[in-house]
């Protein structure tokens, strides 16, 4: 089966221009004022800062797991200054098993350059954002959006899923963004800027409620009237969205390492990853809880060998005093 393909989605573009797109914004601000959650990050008091930590924290992971760990972020670093002040480890520490831990140190070089370059504040613009180290397209555009008020136009993996059914007919959008997603999410934004923020923020949130991947909620719907899906009969997919393989794997031995290295307050010797430590008669306590864990994977030695230099490689762990640390 093909895949849709640019030429079908700049005709959805074009359909878009005739599909009220007054009444639809409307409908969808009302369900968005009536329905949306509750979250810290949305709050009116909640500052640039803590607007950006969201947006990296939420990327491939779902709120119920960011929650706790942006609640203590921001205790700890309620302003860029306080997170740039200290080593890059602690940022890493605290990520807590949100996974993907290189975030962490982004958002740590993030600070820094705030601090250095835009005087403690978080610049206001795509184009700055932009500039920050590990701010893409997407995160520059949700923090100018959510955070100053901008009209930029947001695109995630819920906008674009919601978009493809709504507009195009489509049961899943392709597996990559593309530039004639990019003009139809544009094509749809209202002109109005206070609105067009709400814009993104609400259909975002019905592609993480209602239109979702697997099971969506149609009847919940407030514009299942014009969803271009429902009136082609809700074809399926014309390809198989490929989960992340979890068990087994690289990642999840990294995981299991930096759980190690998270807790240790010295120096982790290299030899102490690679076999058990004896049994003493009693509980396991500190480090030996977390490395119990990484000896029950019985990975082979040459995939722990690759897990460790990766780790050193993305400046995760550093060597030192003859052990691995989190970075100082």
Same mark, same amino acid.
């Given at each position: 089966?093909?895949?849709?393909?640019? #030429?079908?989605?700049?005709?959805?573009?074009?359909?878009?221009?005739?599909?009220?797109? /007054?009444?639809?914004?409307?409908? +969808?601000?009302?369900?968005?004022?009536?329905?949306?959650?509750?979250?810290?990050?949305?709050?009116?008091?909640?500052?640039?800062?803590?607007?950006?930590?969201?947006?990296?924290?939420?990327?491939?992971?779902?709120?119920?797991?960011?929650?706790?760990?942006?609640?203590?972020? +921001?205790?700890?670093?309620?302003?860029?200054?306080?997170?740039?002040?200290?080593?890059?480890?602690? #940022?890493?520490?605290?990520?807590?098993?949100?996974?993907?831990?290189?975030?962490?140190?982004?958002?740590?070089?993030?600070?820094?350059?705030?601090?250095?370059?835009?005087?403690?504040?978080?610049?206001? /613009?795509?184009?700055?954002?932009?500039?920050?180290?590990?701010?893409?397209?997407?995160?520059? #555009?949700?923090?100018?959006?959510?955070?100053?008020?901008?009209?930029?136009?947001?695109?995630? $993996?819920?906008?674009?899923?919601?978009?493809?059914?709504?507009?195009?007919? %489509?049961? %899943?959008?392709?597996?990559?963004?593309?530039?004639?997603?990019?003009?139809?999410?544009?094509?749809? +934004?209202?002109?109005?800027?206070? *609105?067009?923020?709400?814009?993104?923020?609400?259909? +975002?949130?019905?592609?993480?409620?209602?239109? $979702?991947?697997?099971?969506?909620?149609?009847?919940?719907?407030?514009?299942?009237?014009?969803?271009?899906?429902?009136?082609?009969?809700?074809?399926?997919?014309?390809?198989?969205?490929?989960?992340?393989?979890?068990?087994?794997?690289?990642?999840?031995?990294?995981?299991?390492?930096?759980?190690? *290295?998270?807790?240790?307050?010295?120096?982790?010797?290299?030899?102490?990853?690679?076999?058990?430590?004896?049994?003493?008669?009693?509980?396991?306590?500190?480090?030996?809880?977390?490395?119990?864990?990484?000896?029950?994977?019985?990975?082979?030695?040459?995939?722990?060998?690759?897990?460790?230099?990766?780790?050193?490689?993305?400046?995760?762990?550093?060597?030192?005093?003859?052990?691995?640390?989190?970075?100082?």
């Amino acid at each position: 089966m093909s895949l849709p393909g640019s #030429a079908e989605i700049a005709s959805a573009a074009e359909l878009a221009g005739t599909h009220h797109l /007054t009444d639809l914004h409307q409908s +969808m601000d009302r369900w968005f004022s009536e329905v949306a959650r509750v979250l810290p990050w949305r709050s009116p008091d909640c500052s640039p800062w803590g607007i950006l930590v969201s947006e990296v924290m939420l990327q491939q992971t779902p709120v119920v797991r960011v929650l706790p760990v942006w609640e203590d972020w +921001m205790e700890r670093w309620p302003e860029p200054a306080d997170l740039a002040n200290e080593p890059s480890g602690e #940022a890493v520490r605290h990520w807590g098993r949100l996974g993907y831990p290189r975030r962490a140190l982004r958002l740590h070089a993030a600070a820094v350059a705030i601090v250095e370059q835009h005087g403690g504040r978080v610049p206001d /613009t795509h184009a700055s954002l932009l500039s920050l180290p590990g701010v893409g397209d997407y995160t520059a #555009a949700a923090v100018a959006a959510f955070a100053f008020g901008r009209r930029e136009t947001v695109v995630d $993996t819920n906008i674009r899923r919601v978009h493809a059914r709504l507009v195009s007919g %489509l049961a %899943l959008p392709a597996p990559s963004l593309t530039a004639s997603e990019m003009r139809l999410a544009q094509s749809l +934004m209202p002109d109005d800027v206070g *609105l067009s923020v709400r814009w993104n923020a609400s259909v +975002m949130e019905l592609g993480a409620l209602v239109c $979702t991947a697997r099971s969506p909620k149609c009847p919940d719907c407030p514009v299942r009237d014009s969803c271009a899906w429902l009136a082609a009969g809700e074809p399926r997919p014309t390809y198989t969205p490929k989960g992340q393989a979890w068990h087994g794997t690289d990642r999840q031995l990294r995981g299991a390492v930096m759980a190690v *290295l998270r807790v240790a307050d010295s120096p982790v010797a290299p030899e102490l990853f690679e076999r058990p430590a004896a049994d003493l008669g009693f509980a396991a306590e500190g480090t030996a809880v977390p490395l119990a864990a990484l000896h029950r994977l019985n990975s082979a030695p040459e995939q722990l060998e690759r897990a460790l230099e990766g780790l050193l490689r993305d400046g995760l762990a550093e060597m030192h005093d003859g052990g691995l640390r989190l970075p100082a």
